[in-house]
């Protein structure tokens, strides 16, 4: 069962813009663990998107932002295209479990 | 280029055992921390296990007495041993690999799909 919580859903006109909530709590986001996100195309593996709240890995787009505040992050996309209609995960760390801990994960649609 | 490759996954039957390898290439696995992440069919990702540089291992309360990660130096591969299999266990086993001590995986294998019924 994830400990993060994401709308299972958003969606939006291509050139829109997306933002996509993870709420925790005190035990991972909310004790200063980085929050990631990942993407992931059906029948394929998840890929880094961002990482530490807010950076982009060689080769992602700047379309792609991240932050974090308190217990929750997001996950902004500008610029909606059809190629980003993805699952889109974030992840962190938890102390309680002493693991690691996904969100719940969003579908993102192009309208 | 650092590459994970799964093998292992099939149908087994409720509690039976299975081994699954996760071959890497262009890094050393026993120099990162690599973990199991699962995926159920239509579900979300589920963290399963983390072996450390150090060989201290982790694992989720879900599979915790049940599954035991460990790697193989020589082979350059990690392991994940699933004992005493329940239908829940049913998903797409990934490996992936730690970025440097950062909480994120940087790269995932391509999974491999592990099945259990009668």
């Known amino acids: 069962q994830s400990v993060l919580t994401q709308p299972p859903s958003v969606s939006g006109a291509p050139g829109q813009r997306v933002t996509i909530s993870c709420t925790g709590s005190s035990s991972n986001i909310g004790a200063g663990y980085d929050v990631h996100w990942y993407r992931q195309l059906p029948g394929t593996a998840p890929k880094l998107l961002i990482y530490?709240?807010?950076n982009r890995p060689s080769g992602v787009p700047d379309r792609f932002s991240g932050s974090k505040s308190g217990t929750s992050a997001s996950l902004a996309i500008t610029g909606l295209q059809a190629e980003d209609e993805a699952d889109y995960y974030c992840q962190s760390y938890d102390s309680s479990l002493s693991g690691y801990v996904f969100g719940t994960g969003t579908k993102v649609t192009v309208l | 280029e650092v590459q994970l490759v799964e093998s292992g996954g099939g149908l087994i039957h409720p509690e039976g055992s299975l081994r699954l390898s996760c071959a890497a290439s262009?890094?050393?696995?026993?120099?990162?921390?690599m973990s199991w992440v699962r995926q159920a069919p239509g579900k979300g990702l589920e963290w399963v296990s983390i072996i450390y540089s150090d060989a201290s291992t982790y694992y989720a309360d879900s599979v915790k007495g049940r599954f035991t990660i460990s790697r193989d130096i020589s082979k350059n591969t990690l392991y994940l041993h699933m004992n005493s299999l329940r239908a829940e266990d049913t998903a797409v086993y990934y490996c992936?690999?730690?970025?440097?001590?950062?909480?994120?995986?940087?790269?995932w294998g391509q999974g491999t799909l592990v099945t259990v019924s009668s």
């Open positions: 530490g709240n807010n």
């Open positions: 262009a890094f050393t696995v026993s120099s990162n921390y």
């Open positions: 992936a690999r730690e970025a440097e001590g950062g909480g994120y995986f940087d790269y």
